[in-house]
């Protein structure tokens, strides 16, 4: 069985490439690559976004060229007879007049608008057609997501919500218990913050919680940040200012190990001689850092908003909750809406902290409900096996 897939980043190496063992899988090119790619040059040229490519990304035609079994994709719509299946993170069609559809501060996306969109319409179809053999969400916030979208659409409604199973994505097992990590409770209590997004995903209030902490409350502590300090201008609206302040602060502290990149193994490597994972993020589709820290023992600090409830609760970690909208986005539109956010964040960080350096043991009891849930829900040969009847399915073979 030949699987071909669109793009080799790392959500598709987490959900799709090389995980059925007897399948293989191949990289493939159609007509939305090629435009994806001369309007990104074209961007380029003009130093400016000229033209959107977030819509040329999510759609996939080769003409039926690619000889394959099925395709794979990640967040695509294919309008060709080969037959595909699609993990999904946020919304089926992933198109730019969805993803800026008019929000209510508190309510969730007004969809009425897309019902005059010819794309939304043709994707749809795409996606009723025999060719889409399944769609699967990466949760159930995400199914949920996408089950309020269909009503706006009932004409397409039943016949893609009978293709629609979640899949949480597969994690491979770091460490099979606590002592695997050689790390003491006795001494620093060590902390760890990974991510691109920095100030999206809580960094900011991080360093300021911690460093109060180590200043008022004398908490041994340290705290490693592996982060390039993108500004992606989401939902915590940082400025070039921000980031160069930030930036002076973690390199000039003495008890931060700061690393703008590098290479998952490394990080890993990282998680293992940490004690506690952080993610107090203002915005996530899922959350892969979560279940990586739980993989290699370290119960996570982190926010309730959409998919981290499925995957963290204060059975073996710490939840900090937010105001949230039906969908579990939380509320983040004006700046009194980040102000709050930021001081719940703050102050769920210091209530963990304060109960760890209470109760260190705290760590080992989270950190070993941490592994064990990773077995129970992660497990990749079970993935891998429901994926495998899922291709096979998909291609009309008999399930063995």
Request: glycine fraction near 4%; charged fraction near 25%; aromatic fraction near 10%.
């Amino acid at each position: 069985m030949l699987v071909g897939y669109k793009f080799d980043a790392y959500p598709e190496k987490r959900n799709i490439i090389d995980i059925v063992p007897d399948a293989k899988y191949k990289k493939v090119r159609d007509f939305f690559s090629l435009k994806q790619r001369i309007l990104s040059e074209l961007n380029r040229l003009a130093n400016r976004e000229l033209f959107s490519i977030i819509d040329s990304y999510n759609q996939f035609y080769d003409f039926d060229l690619n000889q394959v079994s099925l395709f794979h994709f990640l967040n695509t719509i294919s309008y060709g007879s080969t037959p595909w299946i699609t993990t999904f993170e946020t919304l089926l069609p992933r198109f730019n007049c969805l993803l800026s559809c008019p929000r209510d501060r508190q309510l969730e996306p007004d969809f009425s608008a897309l019902r005059t969109e010819a794309k939304m319409h043709q994707a749809f179809k795409a996606l009723s057609r025999d060719a889409c053999r399944h769609i699967i969400a990466m949760s159930d916030c995400n199914a949920n997501m996408q089950r309020r979208l269909l009503k706006e659409f009932p004409e397409y409604q039943e016949s893609i919500e009978s293709k629609l199973t979640v899949m949480h994505p597969p994690q491979k097992l770091f460490v099979s218990t606590y002592a695997d990590k050689h790390l003491s409770l006795d001494e620093s209590i060590k902390f760890i913050f990974v991510g691109s997004s920095f100030f999206r995903k809580g960094g900011r209030e991080i360093i300021e919680t911690l460093e109060s902490l180590r200043d008022k409350d004398k908490y041994s502590l340290e705290l490693t940040v592996v982060s390039s300090l993108d500004i992606d201008n989401y939902a915590t609206k940082e400025t070039i200012a921000d980031v160069e302040k930030v930036k002076h602060l973690l390199q000039q502290s003495d008890w931060i190990n700061y690393f703008p990149k590098l290479p998952n193994h490394e990080v890993i490597e990282l998680m293992k001689k940490s004690h506690i994972g952080l993610l107090p993020t203002y915005a996530d589709t899922y959350g892969y850092s979560v279940l990586e820290f739980q993989a290699t023992g370290c119960p996570v600090i982190a926010t309730n908003v959409r998919a981290l409830t499925e995957i963290n609760d204060n059975s073996v970690g710490w939840t900090i909750a937010v105001p949230k909208k039906k969908s579990g986005e939380a509320i983040y539109t004006t700046e009194e809406d980040r102000h709050v956010m930021s001081k719940l964040i703050r102050e769920g960080i210091e209530r963990a902290v304060h109960e760890i350096f209470a109760n260190r043991r705290i760590i080992l009891e989270k950190s070993q409900k941490s592994i064990s849930r990773i077995i129970e829900y992660h497990s990749i040969d079970r993935y891998a096996a429901k994926l495998r009847n899922i291709y096979l399915e998909a291609v009309g073979a008999n399930k063995t």
